[in-house]
């Protein structure tokens, strides 16, 4: 059974830090790519930071430099470190494990940025 499980959201002022983990069972961690999305309230779901398994990077334009994304093959866990938040990036984040034509999500993780 593949499980995807985030934490370390929650309420935070703006430019505050937050450190989500998703950590991954059931799956071969290594050779997935692992993606962080985020669904802000009313709006579609969104790709914002992704490392594949050679650890390459790939980030959304609006948090380029302050979200960098990393992962632990040891520890069978990708991170997303995310700083000097704002407002907009209050949401929902979601892992998701992509490896060919499988892909898995997690429950997701409410982060919120307000004074």
């Known amino acids: 059974q593949v499980q995807l499980v985030e934490s370390g959201g929650g309420l935070v002022q703006p430019g505050g830090s937050l450190r989500l983990s998703c950590a991954a069972s059931?799956?071969?961690?290594?050779?997935?790519?692992m993606g962080w999305y985020r669904q802000a309230p009313g709006k579609q779901r969104e790709l914002v930071a992704t490392?594949?398994?050679?650890?390459?990077?790939d980030y959304l334009d609006s948090v380029k430099g302050r979200f960098p994304v990393s992962r632990d093959n040891a520890k069978n866990t990708a991170y997303l470190q995310m700083n000097s938040l704002k407002p907009e990036d209050t949401g929902v984040y979601h892992c998701?494990?992509?490896?060919?034509?499988?892909?898995?999500w997690g429950q997701g993780t409410q982060v919120t940025v307000s004074s």
């Open positions: 490392i594949r398994s050679g650890g390459s990077t």
């Open positions: 059931g799956i071969v961690f290594r050779v997935y790519a």
């Open positions: 998701n494990a992509q490896f060919g034509s499988r892909t898995y």
